[in-house]
């Protein structure tokens, strides 16, 4: 990774931090690299920095750089924008602390605290039963702070509408693609699903959107290591990788964690996490939210989850893991019947 590190230096570090609100006086001087690690979309870096006498205590120490991988730049602006215009908004949210993004040398860039020592990411297996209820009183904070926010959708750059017509404007390329990839791995009847919902899904969807009643900020890359889970009881967990926020449905959330997140003999916990994630909603004090039009919408959210599946077309074998899972909760929740 040696090859994309040139850039950072003390000086360019000084400057983004200097231009980001960071460190209004003092310089970097020197920069220590603690580790680097790799995912599909982007190459992680852990620093720890040291500063000049004169720069504030407040300076972060250590620091976590993302840099994107070119095919994800897009998604990349998109999580920038996220930490520019949003977490200013949401103070009492569990977000790790932002201190810069931009471009660098071509990459996309995000710079935000090494929360290490505090926080780490669940790698034990399956997740307990508390953890699972910590994610869910997690996205039930979050939308039930941004349950119908007036302007969210202008705030965030896209109305739902045009979220839809985005959602679906390659869907049937991308279908195609992945059915060439699997093969015969894909079953008759699960490609009649995918034609369905092709043919069906953008219509209920616009539908949905269209009245703008019980939509919220929506992160519904609900998978498990995108949870920061705290090393002390008292903290709150981290909601990371912001690159496909939304306005939404806030089920369609919880419909991500259950198919992405759930080991299969967990499968059959869905309804009682929907139920939890209800209940606390309405704690929350969000109002004219019915139980009915709760399942509804998680129906509607596990409908939404084949996206995720497309979305892997040119990684079968994850395409094939996501879309098993899926399945299970799509016929589980009926589904097949609101694509008829």
């Not at 995108?226 to 967990?237: A, D, G, S, T």
Request: hydrophobic share 45%.
């Amino acid at each position: 990774m040696a090859e994309f590190l040139t850039f950072l230096t003390p000086t360019w570090l000084t400057e983004v931090l200097h231009i980001h609100g960071h460190l209004a006086h003092g310089q970097v001087r020197h920069i220590d690299v603690l580790d680097t690690s790799e995912t599909m979309p982007a190459r992680h870096i852990r620093l720890a920095v040291g500063y000049s006498p004169e720069a504030p205590a407040t300076a972060p120490r250590q620091l976590f750089l993302k840099l994107t991988k070119p095919e994800y730049r897009a998604a990349a602006e998109h999580e920038s924008c996220f930490y520019a215009m949003l977490t200013p908004r949401l103070p009492t949210l569990a977000c790790v602390p932002w201190y810069g993004s931009g471009v660098v040398a071509d990459t996309a860039f995000l710079l935000l605290a090494d929360v290490s020592v505090t926080h780490r990411a669940w790698v034990n297996g399956p997740l307990t039963h508390a953890r699972l209820m910590t994610i869910v009183a997690a996205l039930a904070d979050l939308h039930a702070r941004w349950w119908e926010y007036p302007g969210l959708g202008a705030l965030l750059g896209e109305s739902p509408a045009a979220a839809v017509e985005d959602a679906f404007a390659l869907a049937k390329a991308r279908y195609e693609e992945l059915a060439t990839w699997l093969g015969d791995q894909l079953t008759s009847a699960q490609r009649r699903i995918f034609e369905r919902y092709l043919v069906r899904a953008p219509a209920l969807f616009r539908e949905r959107v269209q009245s703008s009643s019980a939509l919220t900020l929506c992160h519904p890359d609900n998978h498990s290591a995108n949870f920061l889970f705290p090393r002390q009881p008292e903290e709150l967990v981290y909601l990371i990788d912001w690159h496909v926020y939304r306005c939404w449905w806030g089920p369609g959330d919880i419909a991500a964690l259950v198919t992405r997140s759930l080991a299969p003999e967990q499968q059959h916990l869905g309804e009682a996490i929907l139920s939890e994630y209800h209940a606390r909603l309405l704690a929350h004090g969000v109002t004219a939210y019915s139980w009915a039009a709760c399942q509804r919408d998680y129906r509607l959210g596990v409908i939404d989850m084949l996206r995720v599946v497309l979305s892997f077309r040119r990684h079968p074998q994850q395409a094939l893991r996501c879309l098993t899972t899926n399945m299970a909760e799509f016929q589980q929740q009926q589904c097949a019947e609101i694509l008829e």
